[in-house]
Nanobody, 115 residues
């Protein structure tokens, strides 16, 4: 049973930074892609950033230059370093992992950017 557990969310002031982590367990294989999505109140879940097991990354335009995704493939762990946070970054952030046709999700971690 694959499980993804996120950590690192919280309350931060505008302009601040947070680092999210997602640790996967229960898989004997390295996920070929991992990533982060977010869902703000009243909005659809959207992709934030993804990274493949070869290190190729993809970001939504609104976070480019502010967020950095990285991973430890051997540990099936993915990170999201978030800087220059804005109130519009407030959302529940979900970890995502893909292995073949299978897609796995974490339970989410709340990020609130407010003064």
């Amino acid at each position: 049973q694959v499980q993804l557990v996120e950590s690192g969310g919280g309350l931060v002031q505008p302009g601040g930074s947070l680092r999210l982590s997602c640790a996967a367990s229960g898989s004997a294989f390295i996920f070929h892609a991992m990533g982060w999505y977010r869902q703000a109140p009243g909005k659809q879940r959207e992709l934030v950033a993804t990274i493949t097991n070869s290190g190729a990354t993809n970001y939504v335009d609104s976070v480019k230059g502010r967020f950095t995704i990285s991973r430890d493939s051997a540990e099936n762990t993915v990170y999201l370093q978030m800087t220059s946070l804005k109130p519009e970054d407030t959302a529940v952030y979900y970890c995502n992992a893909r292995l073949g046709a299978n897609v796995y999700w974490g339970q989410g971690t709340q990020v609130t950017v407010s003064s």
